[in-house]
């Protein structure tokens, strides 16, 4: 048996993070994971999948360089030397964490944890004891139960195609369904997305959100919604979709069936019964310390808990563990300023309430839309498509959601974020003074 005083389970960025900073201060630390470690995002997540972002991003720019002056012949996309660039970002990540953890004097503990009681872990039959642990197992892609699912492949599989399909179904239609959609439509695939909803991007803003359908519809991207999956087949060299839609039994073709219906937490193998850790349909039940409603020595960070799945996220979730580990429970955690984006081309991003979510929630709100793409420092950059929406409180000018779809809409939605958080109100940004001509510049216009 082997004694600590904090074990991490789970080595992406929650669990590395909380076990950094309590050891860095002193205590004897260890991190479980069965492997490779690194986490998610840096190995198969939001890293590589920017690197093909920006790759068919720039090869649309290529194709629309006569705007700008510039002649250029067709360009051409080579997908395997695309890849081999993304595994140049990805291949260093898992030796490079272990060098870290051991130059910290974190043991590395590696296989497969199980609760056995409150306070011990076993781990492939050794027996590991903590005054206190942290939950940062991450997320899994979530199970789809259908005749032929073997056929349907996750986001890891798609990041390694060397090839571009030609027919591209993807299940779902969030974050990974958009942005995978439109990287595969400028390479060249037909991309069809099936989801069972009524709505893109569930959460987001639909007024925004409508804005990116019409422009990944341009793209040629066809979105069947209240569809029904019901199989996969193999049909020769092919696979066929089966889904039902309005009643009537439909079939898509496809060279590569994507799983983009969202992740669930990865904790079905802890054995949480026994650790007296009660969960619920998005994972571990939490306090706002991040503790275990039903045992306060187990903390859950980062998609473990399911409260809001993003890697910088389960980063900061991991600082509010480690500090509350350290001075017992002081900083309580806060989600409501963290921005988020949706690296389409060009990007969606959105932080805070949505113009519903504020009315559900009895504020007397104050909505401005913007359509910015005939504003001068747009046209300049050569951005079809601009939108805004900044929702305020009426009487305060306190803001309570930001989103917006345009160019560096993932940079921008930070100084909102930043205002949330520190009480930044309306009129505050809109009275500063901004470099020019910056899209930057832009803001004390979307009031």
Not at 199 to 213: M, Y
Not at 412 to 423: Q, S
Request: glycine share 10%.
């Amino acid at each position: 048996m082997r004694d600590y005083d904090f074990v991490a389970i789970g080595g992406g960025n929650a669990g590395l993070t909380a076990a950094s900073r309590i050891a860095g201060a002193g205590h004897r630390t260890a991190l479980v994971d069965r492997g490779p470690i690194g986490g998610l995002c840096s190995l198969n997540g939001c890293n590589p999948k920017k690197v093909l972002v920006r790759s068919t991003e720039l090869l649309d720019e290529i194709r629309h360089a006569e705007k700008f002056g510039i002649v250029v012949s067709e360009p051409r996309i080579d997908w395997s030397r695309v890849i081999d660039r993304k595994e140049s970002f990805t291949s260093t990540v898992t030796a490079a964490s272990v060098a870290s953890l051991e130059e910290q004097g974190i043991d590395l503990i590696q296989g497969s944890p199980r609760f056995v009681s409150t306070d011990e872990l076993d781990v492939d039959g050794e027996i590991i004891r903590a005054k206190s642990f942290v939950i940062a197992t991450g997320s899994t892609p979530r199970e789809l139960k259908v005749e032929g699912r073997e056929f349907i492949k996750t986001t890891n599989d798609i990041l390694a195609l060397r090839d571009v399909p030609g027919d591209l179904v993807i299940i779902g239609a969030g974050v990974v369904a958009m942005e995978f959609g439109q990287v595969f439509a400028r390479a060249g695939s037909r991309v069809r997305i099936l989801t069972p909803g009524r709505q893109v991007l569930s959460g987001e803003d639909e007024d925004i959100v409508a804005r990116l359908i019409e422009f990944s519809n341009a793209l040629g991207i066809e979105i069947s919604f209240q569809a029904r999956l019901k199989a996969v087949r193999r049909d020769g060299e092919t696979l066929a979709v089966e889904y039902e839609q309005g009643g009537r039994d439909q079939t898509a073709r496809a060279d590569f069936v994507l799983n983009a219906a969202g992740r669930v937490a990865s904790i079905g193998d802890l054995a949480l019964d026994k650790a007296e850790v009660d969960t619920d349909r998005r994972g571990v039940v939490v306090n706002e310390f991040l503790r275990s409603q039903s045992n306060p020595q187990i903390f859950a960070a980062g998609d473990a808990h399911g409260r809001m799945q993003l890697s910088p996220v389960a980063s900061y979730e991991g600082r509010v563990v480690a500090r509350n580990f350290l001075e017992n429970d002081a900083e309580r955690v806060r989600h409501d300023w963290i921005p988020r984006a949706v690296y389409t081309v060009p990007p969606l991003a959105s932080v805070g309430l949505t113009e519903s979510e504020a009315r559900t929630r009895g504020f007397d709100v104050r909505v401005i839309k913007n359509d910015m793409s005939t504003w001068k420092v747009y046209q300049i950059v050569g951005e079809d498509v601009a939108h805004s929406k900044i929702v305020t409180e009426a009487a305060s000018g306190v803001i309570l959601g930001a989103h917006l779809y345009g160019q560096s809409a993932g940079e921008i939605i930070n100084i909102f974020g930043l205002a949330m958080k520190f009480g930044i109100l309306a009129d505050d940004l809109k009275n500063f003074v901004y470099a020019y001509p910056t899209l930057s510049s832009a803001l004390p216009y979307v009031f």
